[in-house]
């Protein structure tokens, strides 16, 4: 049973550029956050995808947007990179009312120089 | 807003040593708590996860306890070793319109098992 899958695991961006990362569920699961964690931080809350709508939001800028397909998979999309926006971003899935908590992915380490 | 520290920063201590991680949040309306680790570079390993009608939950040599009155939650390692040395990391999350929101995390505690 595959666990949450992300690409690419690493990224090298310019500033103003845009960005689109990637996340495959673990099989069995409904609803995919995403977390932003600067070095030597806890995540960050990015929002939370289900039913392939945004249901919640953290306090992230507009730059920050996602999508999520009908088969559960979703991107993270951030535009006009900023230095600041380099960390390691992590994607969750769960099964939405189910209280058994998250799988995380091994994140994408994103650079912006 | 619901904010979670966790106490201490960085811990080292000689192999075979027991030790207790601590974890406190500001809001007690959680829905469960999560104990994560994380090895460098890496994604996160989820541990222990308690409802917040539990009082403690227990996986080998772990053991997770949760006082959601005073908002605090400690998690105990027994017998330490070196390839327990990782970050861990403590979560919150609340239940809201009907699903699970985001988790809150700390910052973690950075642990070093000295062999």
């Known amino acids: 049973d595959a666990g949450v899958t992300q690409s690419p695991t690493h990224l090298i961006k310019t500033r103003g550029q845009q960005v689109t990362l990637r996340c495959s569920p673990k099989s069995g699961h409904d609803t995919v956050s995403w977390y932003q964690q600067a070095l030597g931080q806890g995540p960050q809350f990015i929002f939370q995808y289900y039913e392939e709508e945004e249901r919640q939001r953290g306090n992230f800028p507009d730059r920050f947007s996602g999508h999520q397909f009908p088969n559960y998979s979703s991107e993270l999309n951030v535009n006009a990179l900023l230095l600041g926006d380099s960390a390691l971003y992590l994607c969750a899935s769960s099964l939405d009312r189910d209280p058994y908590g998250y799988t995380f992915g091994s994140g994408t380490r994103l650079t912006v120089v | ?115």
């Open chain 2, 1 to 115: 807003k619901q904010e979670v520290t966790q106490i201490p920063a960085a811990l080292s201590v000689p192999e075979g040593e027991n030790l207790v991680l601590n974890c406190s949040f500001t809001d007690s309306a959680i829905y469960n708590l999560q104990w994560f680790r994380q090895d460098p570079g890496k994604g996160l390993t989820s541990l222990l996860l308690i409802q917040s009608s539990q009082r403690e939950q227990t996986s080998g040599r772990l053991n997770a306890s949760l006082d959601k009155s005073s908002g605090r939650s400690t998690l105990y390692i027994a017998a330490s070793q070196p390839g327990d040395s990782a970050t861990y990391l403590c979560a919150v999350t609340t239940w809201s319109g009907g699903g699970a929101d985001g988790l809150t995390f700390g910052k973690g505690t950075h642990l070093i098992i000295q062999p």
